[in-house]
């Protein structure tokens, strides 16, 4: 395809870009309203309590003060996929942390106040703290009854009644143990993922005002449609009375999906009959918000001689924490847990457990990274064993081309060779190095969404010939804005700086599923640019009246009408505008766009025709060098290359991988979140450490273009896959140099250096 | 409580705070200058950089009262009007700014740095970042702006 | 309950403030004090601002050595000439100590009074044989550092007392600070201050070494037995391994969220055999000047 565009392509700057910069932009926390109070949560101090009693008559005693516990609220219990949570504890609390009471005061100090003053006796009750204790037979159980799980995850929801297992599924094609059985060679490993934190730099903020019969919510927010759906089913009220007005979100990476205080705010809201906001510290952030989903992988591959793939059965064991907010990237694990390999006879099974911690949920390529951390460490082990070259062995195995990917789509638009020739090129894969130099490789998928991804937008002509684009996506850091404005204004022959956005008001924007899977682009990109046309050809439409030359003769260009068939015909959007609106009508684009979902375990999966298109490949190196002594690993050098369909915006998108790089380098070597006795220890930025300026390595993310012909000029989703090959691929590079594996994240001196001497004592030395 | 009377972007203010308020609150709550964020509040994020007297410093750990005498600068005295600064725009065309939560403090941290460096190498300008986290930009875009702005690019 | 703040205009206002608040506390910097009092894990009465006491600032060279005023900041000492051509260690220290933005606030009586385990400059006033020069309002007292820092988070400085001055030896000697961290602006999970004096008549022997460990023991401390041990020998590699390895034996050390106590000690032992050897290095290349 050759590239004619204008904006398409070229490194726009963001039209948000000024109001952030100059600290204008109005985030979560710098929301106010007249006559607001500041709520705070009163939370459990324990990890598995019964609740005897709460007292807040006290706390209700301070002048001005509301303050309201589960006996105020409705009881209803919520979750987007299983429905197990409640405003506050009802009974026992089921980690520490767990909302217990709220106050809403004039100012935060005096809100603490009544928290203080609010008496809860417990019963402390025994707890289970990791998947495999909650798994057990016998074990006490986080929740002794369950709501029903909602929309689309009925059909995979699959709990095992009386336990802690909340979902149990497989995904089963070939004959599994014969082809292992037939293989020349089985490895077998279990390698462990840890907990993370998203690290938005934004705390979660609400502000929640019931005026009359409506209330608005301001908030930061991944998803406002979604979230909209559960205030108003909560509060039991029309969704046309319940508005979500996203504020700028300062960074989200998938922690910002669920609802977390907007519930609480609403309810004080309610009750004080002021509007109540409410801004989450960062050790509530650590303690209560949540965290990505960990899990034990259990890798069994069997290869032939050669180096072929023969069988796979990788076996998940997820930690939800308390809420099973774990569904989607246990369910993803399936469809994404092989890799970009091509692999014919293939289990996967996904076990998710309830925990008395703080819930894990989706954190960027949920689910994918821990299962890429097993099967790319497995593979440098398989290459070993083999004598091969671990870039030969993947270059031999990688998808390509019309290839059956593990759930049975034909693969197609695939760039994965070139990424890993690239990245290979780049980090001088094979050239001399020191001894205390390591490379290492990760080829890396995502499959598109698993909701049901639907998405609407109106592109509407301003007056004077500009353009308005509205999307119900939130714009959560990632450039969705610049990107849709690049879109529009490139179909409605605009200069990017004519085409304004706005975005995620519920009751302004059209519908959008939301921000999550490095679905924008693609889903409200295509609305967009349907929508855009429309506008277009509702703008040739009166043109074509006005000089009455037919539709099909016309053109945009340059803010101008053209015709290729009359060059002399000149007529300026203004023109037409001012035609349309004094005496035809406005000229309102509209698109919309939707792909379905697609689960393995989907009884009507073999019959269906469609493919969910959209799976986004990648390859990433290292190159690190590693002090034998202390364990110490210093990233030197990362490539990154990402098969993007299209780059419509280079900066974003070289944005996206450097930034996904860097977090995946604090996954792979210091982040985790750490417990004892299910209380989190390290609820502060000094002792859960994220990258800082002094530790980045120079990185050169790479963008192939592969045109998707179903995305938007060919563009395909970036937002995710960065983060996810960087541990395998450190991990790699040590053993390069050290000769361990290490097979637990986040690969800490202290266990770099565990590693090498429990293998000099296994070598007698 | 105290009267204190500050100077922040060189124009005059008097606030009623308490004794000890602490810069950060007395910029947002009391100025509305919301530019300066709340990240941490433990001076680790670094979101709250703003400028006293040319050096950056994390507002969640400053007196407000220390700060009378001294010029204040946040992010909102940078510019003209509507126009951004030099810096503001590099920022801008190099992708350093993401989600933008950090940007203000990243901004004031880089002009005390070049204020104080004109001229840094790479190295210099990741310690001059020290003391501010970004989670959306892996601070490569960041570094690339401030160098940029330095090169007079 | 409303803190105050008390704003002395000198050092004998500053004392009486002291010993009138009773549940008051001095403000250097802020910089650990002020996020404490946020997480409320303390909530002072009154807080008393040294910042206005010029008598706590200065830095000045005496005979025995150099008296360091309480309130210099971190930005200062890094700034400091004397300190650069005298005791060129304690800046480098100073310069890793946190960010940018707590370097440029926070100050060196701050950072000894709030005595964090693996904070970066007490080991190196440790053996710098510093000592913390102390008044109340009645009468002041000198204290060596190492009897100041008497436990976690926990000093000598009496709760009617101020700490003016840190005052240093002026050594003719090599001095190299070490820090063990994931990322430079973290604190130590091991921080090793090594000060060797070169013995005159003696080329490559070491008259007296010092070692300073921070991180690695609810206390900063002096490795004596180590010191002891040094006395008069050659810094070879053999001798710092050696070395490393009975420092280890001196440190208690513990476990937290960054690292555990065994690894915390292998580490003692690996950044005590480098400090020294870096220091003798320097000690071949310039004999003098703790640089």
């Known amino acids: 395809m050759a590239d004619d565009y204008r904006v398409i392509g070229t490194p726009v700057v963001r039209p948000d870009g000024a109001e952030m910069i100059s600290g204008q932009a109005v985030y979560g926390p710098d929301v106010t309203q007249p006559g607001m109070l500041w709520g705070k949560i009163l939370r459990s101090p324990l990890p598995h309590a019964r609740i005897r009693s709460i007292d807040v008559e006290k706390a209700r005693a301070l002048p001005g003060v509301t303050v309201i516990s589960a006996h105020d609220v409705p009881d209803r219990r919520y979750g987007y996929a299983i429905e197990d949570e409640q405003i506050f504890a009802v009974e026992k609390v089921r980690y520490a942390g767990e909302p217990v009471a709220a106050a809403a005061a004039p100012d935060e100090e005096r809100a603490l106040e009544a928290l203080s003053l609010i008496d809860v006796e417990y019963e402390e009750l025994p707890a289970v703290f990791t998947a495999a204790e909650g798994a057990r037979d016998g074990a006490p159980l986080v929740h002794e009854e369950l709501g029903p799980a909602r929309s689309v995850y009925l059909a995979s929801w699959n709990p095992v009644p009386g336990t802690n297992i909340i979902h149990q599924a497989s995904h089963h094609r070939g004959d599994v143990d014969a082809a292992l059985a037939r293989a020349d060679y089985v490895f077998e490993d279990t390698f462990h993922a840890s907990q993370i934190h998203h690290c938005y730099m934004e705390p979660h903020a609400t502000l929640a005002s019931v005026r009359g019969s409506e209330v608005t919510v301001w908030t930061c927010s991944q998803e406002v449609f979604q979230l909209r759906t559960l205030l108003a089913g909560l509060f039991a009220i029309p969704e046309s009375r319940m508005r979500v007005i996203n504020t700028k979100v300062g960074g989200g990476f998938g922690g910002k999906i669920e609802p977390r205080l907007e519930p609480v705010a609403v309810a004080l809201s309610m009750h004080s009959r002021k509007p109540v906001k409410m801004v989450m510290t960062r050790a509530e952030e650590f303690t209560a918000a949540a965290g990505s989903t960990p899990a034990t992988v259990t890798v069994k591959t069997g290869v032939m001689k050669d180096g072929t793939l023969a069988a796979r059965d990788i076996d998940f064991l997820w930690d939800t924490g308390a809420h099973a907010e774990g569904l989607p990237p246990s369910n993803r694990a399936m469809k994404d847990g092989n890799g970009p390999y091509r692999v014919h006879d293939l289990r996967i099974s996904s076990t998710l457990v309830y925990t008395n911690k703080m819930r894990g949920t989706q954190l960027r390529g949920l689910g994918v990274p821990e299962g890429a951390f097993a099967i790319e460490s497995q593979m440098d082990m398989i290459a070993e064993r083999l004598g091969m070259d671990p870039l030969e062995l993947r270059l031999k195995n990688i998808l390509q081309e019309g290839d059956i990917n593990s759930i049975d789509d034909v693969v197609q638009s695939i760039g994965l060779q070139e990424c890993l020739e690239s990245v290979a090129r780049e980090i001088g894969w094979g050239e001399p190095k020191p001894p205390n130099v390591g490379r290492g490789l990760a080829v890396i998928a995502k499959s598109p969404t698993t909701h049901s991804s639907i998405s609407a937008a109106y592109v509407q002509f301003n007056e004077d010939g500009s353009a308005q684009v509205l999307v119900g996506a939130s714009e959560i850091g990632q450039g969705m804005t610049v990107v849709m404005c690049q879109i529009a204004a490139e179909v409605l022959g605009l200069p990017v700086e004519q085409v304004g956005i706005s975005s995620a008001d519920t009751a302004t924007t059209p519908y959008d599923r939301g921000t999550f899977s490095s679905r924008v682009t693609f889903y409200t990109g295509m609305a967009v640019k349907i929508a855009a046309e429309d506008a277009r050809n509702q703008l040739l439409d009166v043109a074509s009246r006005m000089v009455e030359i037919p539709r099909e003769d016309l053109a945009v260009a340059e803010e101008r009408v053209v015709s290729p068939v009359h060059p002399e015909l000149s007529l300026t959007f203004r023109e037409v505008l001012e035609r349309a609106h004094t005496s035809e009508r406005p000229i309102l684009g509209r698109g919309t766009y939707g792909g379905k979902g697609d689960y393995p375990t989907l009884p009507h999966k073999a019959q269906r025709k469609e493919y969910v298109p959209g799976w986004k490949y990648a390859a990433q190196a290292v190159e690190a060098e590693i002090d034998e002594e202390t364990g110490i690993i210093r990233v030197r050098r990362i490539a990154s290359a990402h098969d993007v369909g299209k780059s419509l915006n280079p900066t974003s998108v070289d944005g996206q991988i450097v930034g996904g790089v860097v977090m995946g380098l604090g996954y792979a070597l210091h982040e985790r979140l750490q417990f004892d006795n299910g209380r989190i220890v390290n609820p502060s930025f000094m002792d859960y450490k994220i990258p800082s300026s002094q530790e980045i390595p120079e990185i050169a993310p790479i963008a192939v273009e592969v045109p998707l012909p179903e995305g938007p000029f060919g563009a395909k989703g970036i937002g995710e896959l960065a983060i996810v090959g960087i541990a395998p691929a450190i991990g790699n590079a040590i053993h390069q140099v050290l000769g361990v594996r290490l097979k637990e994240l986040p690969l800490f001196p202290e266990r770099v250096l565990e590693a090498v001497e429990s293998q000099r004592k296994d070598h007698g030395g | 409580m105290a009267l204190l009377d500050l100077k922040v972007n060189g124009q005059e203010a008097q606030v009623e705070a308490p004794d000890t308020a602490l810069l950060l609150d007395v910029l947002r709550e009391r100025l509305f200058l919301t530019g300066a964020k709340r990240g941490c509040e433990t001076s680790h994020c670094g979101c709250c950089t703003v400028r006293v007297d040319g050096m950056a410093v994390h507002s969640c750990v400053v007196l407000a009262a220390r700060c009378q005498g001294k010029e204040i600068t946040t992010v909102e005295g940078c510019g003209d009007g509507m126009e951004l600064d030099r810096l503001q725009r590099l920022f801008l065309e190099h992708g350093a700014v993401q989600c933008g939560y950090c940007g203000p403090g990243m901004l004031m941290a880089a002009k005390a740095l070049l204020e104080r460096n004109p001229q840094p190498t790479l190295d210099e300008v990741k310690k001059g970042l020290d003391g501010n986290l970004c989670r959306c930009t892996g601070y490569t875009p960041i570094f690339d702006a401030i160098l940029a702005y330095s090169r007079g690019a | ?291």
Do not use: W
């Open chain 3, 1 to 291: 309950m409303e803190c105050k703040l008390i704003r002395p205009t000198d050092l004998d206002e500053a004392l009486a403030a002291r010993e009138e608040y009773t549940d008051g506390l001095p403000i250097a910097g802020g910089q650990s004090l002020l996020v404490m009092m946020r997480n409320r894990l303390i909530s002072p009465g009154a807080l008393i601002d040294l910042e206005p006491v010029e008598a706590l600032r200065g830095i000045e060279v005496q005979s025995t050595g150099i008296s360091i005023g309480a309130m210099n900041t971190c930005r200062q000492l890094i700034a400091s000439p004397v300190l650069r051509e005298e005791v060129g260690v304690l800046p480098s220290a100073a310069r890793q100590v946190s960010s940018t933005a707590v370097r440029n606030l926070g100050t060196i009586g701050g950072n000894v009074c709030h005595n964090e385990p693996g904070a970066d400059l007490p080991p190196v006033l440790l053996a710098l044989n510093g000592r913390a020069v102390l008044r109340r309002r009645t009468h002041g007292r000198e204290v060596p550092l190492e009897e100041f820092f008497t436990g976690y988070f926990e000093t000598a400085l009496e709760a009617d007392e101020i700490l003016c001055r840190i005052d240093i030896e002026h050594p003719n000697a090599a001095g190299v600070y070490l820090k063990h961290a994931i990322s430079p602006e973290d604190l130590a999970i091991v921080g090793v201050a090594a000060v060797v004096v070169p013995d005159s008549e003696r080329p490559g022997a070491v008259a007296e070494a010092r070692i300073g460990i921070g991180g690695a023991a609810p206390v900063p401390l002096r490795a004596s037995r180590t010191e002891a041990a040094l006395k008069g020998a050659v810094l070879d590699e053999e001798t710092a391994r050696a070395a490393g390895e009975l420092a280890s034996t001196e440190v208690d050390t513990g476990s937290d969220p960054h690292a555990s106590a065994g690894y915390r000690r292998k580490m003692v032992a690996v950044f005590v055999r480098r400090a020294l050897l870096h220091a003798a290095n320097q000690m071949m290349g310039n004999g003098h000047g703790a640089a």
